[in-house]
Nanobody, 123 residues
Framework: QLQASGGGLVQAGGSLRLSCAAS????????IGWFRQAPGKEREGVSS????????NYADSVKGRFTISRDNAKNTVYLQMNSLKPEDTAVYYCAAGPIFRDSDIDVRDMDYWGKGTQVTVSS
């Protein structure tokens, strides 16, 4: 029901824009989170956005570099990633859930998950 896309291989300092498209699910009603998981590490929250887009939250590691946005008319959420670093390398997932928290981006708040997209940043 959710599909993340837009990943790829990029050099450090480069940019990528990830998209999260939904089918069979109306994203208007949901907060959306972006998460990532690097090999051997736990899945971590990267950014989240409230159902209306009025509130956004970012992990400290990506603040000032990543921007989350949504276009409810297109049923799509985006993650613009700039100034990418090798430590951003991971599989990125989008997820939908009923709760937006401005203090945390928690996998436990998400009900629907998409397949991930690989982001690889070379040094």
């Amino acid at each position: 029901q959710l599909q993340a896309s837009g990943g790829g291989l990029v050099q450090a300092g480069g940019s990528l824009r990830l998209s999260c498209a939904a089918s069979g699910l109306t994203l208007d009603y949901y907060a959306i989170g972006w998460f990532r998981q690097a090999p051997g590490k736990e899945r971590e929250g990267v950014s989240s956005i409230s159902s209306t887009g009025s509130s956004k939250n970012y992990a400290d590691s990506v603040k000032g570099r990543f921007t989350i946005s949504r276009d409810n008319a297109k049923n799509t959420v985006y993650l613009q990633m700039n100034s990418l670093k090798p430590e951003d390398t991971a599989v990125y997932y989008c997820a939908a859930g009923p709760i937006f928290r401005d203090s945390d981006i928690d996998v436990r708040d998400m009900d629907y998950w998409g397949k991930g997209t690989q982001v690889t940043v070379s040094s």
